[in-house]
């Protein structure tokens, strides 16, 4: 079983829309879990970072975490073309290193 | 907000030269770096781990002899890939860490193309 598991997409969302992106992970002792975006060709960008259980909300988007259910989740509001990207959940255990997923690609169409 | 460059974002170079990439904390300490690659359409893979004045930690599979890495300092640390081949031809991205930590700052990334 993979540490993380996310869906690969693509996603397709209509402009204005709101995006759900998802994430699963294995290990109970998971402790910080972060949200990156990754435009192609470039480098992650963190997004949001949430440590506790319910929602965590930064402008247009919101966190989830459900440690019971182990997953995390990212709404992203009124979603725009330029939210079109690669979204990578990643996760800290009992070490220092963070685990990625492979990432979920969005598309925000026109 | 925080910043990490790194030096070069891209290179080229024949197979068995060796290559130096550095990556910086422009802007604040950073007590860790870690190293990822990534080849397209893949996620990132961590690579090692770099604390500044001590020997980095690397991955399994990774070989440490192939790939150097240094912390001489709180803002800086280099990865040299020795004797590059055409296998190594990869996107070589660096994070840091600061002490009260809220998410690693990941810099531009090195894209490495080994002829």
């Known amino acids: 079983q993979k540490e993380v598991e996310q869906n690969s997409g693509p996603l397709s969302v209509p402009e204005g829309a709101i995006a759900s992106l998802n994430c699963t992970y294995s290990?109970?002792?998971?402790?910080?879990f972060f949200w990156y975006r990754q435009y192609s060709g470039k480098s992650p960008e963190l997004i949001m970072f949430?440590?506790?259980?319910g929602d965590k909300e930064d402008g247009r988007f919101t966190a989830q975490l459900n440690k019971a259910s182990q997953y995390v989740s990212l709404l992203i509001r009124d979603s725009q073309p330029s939210d079109s990207a690669t979204y990578l959940c990643?996760?800290?255990?009992?070490?220092?290193?963070?685990?990625f997923g492979t990432g979920t690609q969005l598309k925000v169409e026109l | 907000g925080a910043v990490v460059s790194q030096h070069p974002s891209w290179v080229i170079c024949k197979s068995g030269t060796s290559v130096k990439i550095e990556c910086r904390s422009l802007?604040?300490?950073?007590?860790?770096m870690f190293w990822y690659r990534q080849f397209p359409k893949q996620s990132l893979m961590l690579m090692a781990t770099?604390?500044?004045?001590?020997?980095?930690?690397?991955e399994q599979g990774v070989e440490k002899d192939k790939f150097l890495i240094n912390h001489a300092s709180l803002t800086l640390s280099t990865l040299t890939v020795t004797s590059a081949h055409p296998e190594d031809s990869s996107f070589y991205i660096c994070?840091?860490?600061?002490?009260?930590?809220?998410?690693?700052?990941f810099g531009p990334g090195t894209r490495l193309t080994v002829l």
């Open positions: 994070s840091a860490r600061e002490g009260g930590w809220e998410g690693d700052v």
């Open positions: 802007d604040f300490q950073a007590t860790t």
């Open positions: 949430i440590y506790s259980n």
């Open positions: 770099s604390n500044e004045g001590s020997k980095a930690t690397y």
């Open positions: 290990d109970r002792g998971s402790q910080s």
């Open positions: 990643a996760f800290t255990g009992g070490g220092n290193k963070l685990t």
